[in-house]
């Protein structure tokens, strides 16, 4: 008895520092550990000065990493597997003074900042990778597969671990400057100047429907009651009354009836079929791209408000909304994204025909485009040919609009939006295009 208990504590000692030795062997170095903590205050450049053996590049690598200015690529091994890591670089978050460093020279190396590090298990023993990543599982956290952002936190994907340290600033603008603007302001100053201030109850009704998508046969009466006054009373109105008319007019289909999807089940297709026919009654005009697809609002009227009166302020909102969707007020210029924002833009800042600081920032997008699509933006698509051709300095363009336009505009959201555009024609991107126009 007593020689068969020896012999299992003995294994069981055994077992115990086999466990240790596995553990100890399966311990990440201090290497990776250190990864753990994402600073996002590190520049490329700073990064480089602490792990100068990582080599930094302006392409992302193949394994799913998503940098949007600069990635370090190093090397570590665990268990005699390599594990490879690439440090995410981003552009930062605009400063509270929006000021943008006139000198570019490594603009990026000075200025992008860490956003995530993503590790990943190089190897064809998939039991031995499963091993080191459980191990670098354990040193990073805990792991929730039902998210793709996790800030302070870890995303297991296969053989890859992703340690985020913050959101993509692009998409956190609104949130850090929320817009100065009310919404519903430009529909309201709309409604004034055409003399319906009586109907922004139906301003409200179809602000509501565009924020719950909830449409009930009362609101949509109301909305649908309010455009008809708006597009067919104009006997009475003087061209500028006419024109602001039409932009609400245009304003509430935007918000109430601007998209229609093809519903799967009867009901819902004929209930859809239903309320698109009433808004075409009305004069809106909807298209789609193929057969099934959502319809979409063509801001036909909107034209008409341009068309009613071009230089009052319904025809200069009317052709800033243009300019910011890359679609014509009327039938003259390039049609094809970005060059109609070129042309109608340059155009429109020599008359001042619309808010020149609203219009510096469409430039500045519509610029970085041209020089993206010139240097192999929608690749074998378009003939990049022509817009380096046409655009020689598109590159220097995008940036001094975007400087004119963080000078000149007021409201922050804009201003930090103008910054991020300028921030990226700087870096010379070519993976952000404002106006796409390959299939529309």
């Not at 040193?139 to 870890?154: C, N, Q, T």
């Not at 609203?358 to 240097?375: E, G, N, S």
């Not at 051709?389 to 201003?415: E, V």
Request: proline fraction near 4%; charge should be negative.
């Amino acid at each position: 008895m007593r020689l068969a208990r020896s012999i299992v504590l003995t294994t069981a000692a055994v077992s115990i520092a086999a466990c240790a030795e596995r553990r100890a062997r399966n311990t990440p170095p201090a290497s990776l550990r250190a990864l753990l903590t994402v600073d996002t205050s590190v520049s490329p450049d700073a990064w480089m000065r602490s792990h100068p053996a990582d080599s930094l590049r302006s392409d992302a690598p193949s394994w799913d990493v998503d940098a949007e200015c600069l990635v370090a690529i190093g090397n570590d091994t665990i268990e005699g597997l390599v594990v490879r890591h690439a440090a995410v670089f981003d552009p930062p978050m605009p400063p509270r003074d929006f000021t943008l460093d006139a000198d570019t020279t490594r603009f990026a190396e000075r200025h992008c900042r860490l956003r995530a590090v993503v590790i990943r298990v190089v190897g064809s023993d998939s039991t031995r990778s499963i091993i080191a990543l459980d191990s670098l599982q354990r040193v990073f956290g805990a792991v929730d597969p039902d998210y793709h952002v996790l800030i302070g936190r870890v995303l297991r994907v296969r053989n890859t671990l992703r340690v985020y340290g913050a959101d993509d600033p692009h998409g956190m603008i609104g949130t850090v400057f929320p817009s100065a603007d009310r919404p519903g302001a430009l529909l309201d100053s709309m409604l004034h100047i055409a003399g319906d201030d009586s109907l922004r109850e139906a301003a409200v009704v179809a602000e509501r429907i565009s924020h719950d998508s909830v449409v009930t046969a009362d609101s949509d009466s109301v909305v649908v009651r309010a455009i008809r006054i708006l597009s067919t009373d104009t006997a009475h109105r003087t061209a500028e009354q006419r024109a602001a008319a039409l932009r609400s007019a245009d304003l509430m289909m935007s918000l109430a009836a601007s998209q229609f999807f093809a519903a799967r089940d009867s009901v819902g297709r004929a209930r859809s079929a239903a309320r698109r026919a009433t808004y075409e009654h009305l004069g809106a005009v909807y298209w789609n791209d193929e057969p099934d697809a959502m319809m979409e609002y063509s801001h036909n009227v909107r034209r008409a408000a341009y068309a009613a009166a071009p230089r009052s302020r319904a025809g200069q909102s009317a052709l800033l909304a243009a300019l910011f969707d890359g679609v014509t007020v009327d039938s003259t210029g390039d049609t094809r994204k970005p060059r109609f924002v070129i042309d109608a833009g340059e155009r429109a800042l020599a008359t001042h025909a619309a808010d020149t600081a609203m219009v510096h920032l469409a430039l500045a997008q519509a610029y970085a485009d041209v020089y993206a699509i010139a240097h192999g933006g929608y690749g074998e698509l378009v003939d990049s040919t022509e817009y380096a051709r046409d655009y020689p300095d598109a590159h220097q363009r995008a940036i001094a609009h975007g400087r004119a336009a963080i000078a000149s505009l007021t409201d922050p959201a804009r201003r930090a939006q103008a910054w991020m555009v300028t921030f990226d024609a700087i870096l010379g991107r070519r993976d952000r295009l404002y106006y796409p126009f390959i299939n529309d």
